[in-house]
């Protein structure tokens, strides 16, 4: 269904990205992948090259501009990319009393400013073929918040405003937009906690006993059907939970 679609997808060392791998792998798509541990895409991009699939691996680091702006570049001279799934980001979240500026910065560089960097390395020459379609993963914290979540919430809803901006500005040029907004998925990301009573706390959460949260394929799944609808249907906005997760 994705034959001779081109694929950039960030963040795909681990979890969600890692499974959109898998699952656009399967349906034909021509891979790029992105992330800064290169030995895991390097794992991931044997193991899918072994079903047939083709796949690039260009490690990156989505919060340096330079590094983003270069690698633009050499997908266009390669021929432009038909599909990204900007996907990368982290959630170092602890109370804002706790004064972790370093942290804020680092969530607003990740999840803001890469998801920018990414879309303005597509975008132009999307716009200029008249085809493309970009994906951006936001969360469900992109349409509230919970204590210690102020700033990566604040960086999720500033993706899902960017999102519906984008969608309205790039409708002239054939390119269309969605945002994906997972509620708990098990991947690394509380891993990024570094604040130890917070990333027990979330964890013991998300996996409290007898609860059932999403999986990386349940959203790879998502994204797959935001991606293969007919061109005339703009997929704006999925907001997925699992049943468990009242808010
Ligand atoms: N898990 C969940 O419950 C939810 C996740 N999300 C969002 O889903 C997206 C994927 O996260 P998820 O799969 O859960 O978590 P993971 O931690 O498993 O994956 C995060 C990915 O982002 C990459 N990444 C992090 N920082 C950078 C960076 N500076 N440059 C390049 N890549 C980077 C990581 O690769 P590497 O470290 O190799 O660079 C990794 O591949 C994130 O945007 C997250 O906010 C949204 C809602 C719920
Ligand atoms: O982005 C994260 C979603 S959750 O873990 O807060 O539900």
Partial sequence: MLEGKKVWITGASSGIGEATARCLAKAGAELVLSARRAERLAVLAAELS???AK????????????????????????GGID???????????S????GRVDEWEQMIDVNIKGVLYAIHAVYPGMAKRKDGH???????????????AGVYAGTKHAVRAISDTLRKEAIRYGVRVT??????????????????????AVKANMYAEGSEILKPSDIANAIFYAIT???????????????????
Avoid: C, F, W
């Avoid at 970009?134 to 210690?148: D, E, F, G, K, L």
């Fill in 50 to 52: 072994a079903t047939g």
């Fill in 55 to 78: 796949v690039r691996v260009e490690p990156v680091d989505v919060s340096s501009r330079a590094a983003m702006q270069a690698l633009g570049e050499k997908l266009e001279e390669a």
């Fill in 83 to 93: 599909i990204l799934i900007n996907n990368a980001g982290t959630m170092p979240i």
């Fill in 95 to 98: 109370p804002i009393l706790a």
């Fill in 134 to 148: 970009i994906v951006n993963i936001s969360s469900i914290a992109a349409r509230q918040t919970y204590q210690s």
């Fill in 179 to 200: 945002d994906i907004q997972p509620g708990a998925v098990d991947t690394e990301l509380p891993d990024s906690i570094n604040h130890d009573k917070i990333r027990e």
């Fill in 229 to 247: 609808q007919p061109a005339y249907i703009d997929v704006s906005e999925l907001h997925i939970r699992p049943v468990i997760q009242e808010n």
